[in-house]
Nanobody, 124 residues
Framework: QVQVVESGGGSVQTGGSLRLTCTVS????????LGWFRQRPGKEREFVAA????????DYANAVRGRFTVSRDNANNIGYLQMHTVRDEDTANYSC?????????????????WGQGTQVTVSS
């Protein structure tokens, strides 16, 4: 049984930084492409970032490009979403998603395994 678990959420001030982590059990981590998605209050779930299974490629939503960085440490089976210069509109529940294969992009329906999410609240 594959389990995806996010952590690192919390409250952060506008302009601050936060790092989310994603761990996966029940599957070889380095064989999984990862994605980060978020759901803001009253909104549909939206793509945030994706990273290839070896970490060589990544992609970002325009809303976070230049502020967020997605990365992974396959030796320690951890994925990261580093958030900088956060804005009020970054307040959301952030989920990590995974799927076997080299790469998976922006479409949530292409991901097979999902975590429960971790809440990020930005306040001024």
């Amino acid at each position: 049984q594959v389990q995806v678990v996010e952590s690192g959420g919390g409250s952060v001030q506008t302009g601050g930084s936060l790092r989310l982590t994603c761990t996966v059990s029940g599957y070889t981590f380095s064989e999984l492409a990862l994605g980060w998605f978020r759901q803001r209050p009253g909104k549909e779930r939206e793509f945030v970032a994706a990273i290839a299974r070896r970490g060589a490629s990544s992609d970002y939503a325009n809303a976070v490009r230049g502020r967020f960085t997605v990365s992974r440490d396959n030796a320690n089976n951890i994925g990261y979403l580093q958030m900088h210069t956060v804005r009020d509109e970054d307040t959301a529940n952030y989920s990590c998603a995974a799927v076997p294969g080299p790469w998976c992009g922006k479409r949530s329906e292409d991901y097979r395994y999902w975590g429960q999410g971790t809440q990020v609240t930005v306040s001024s």
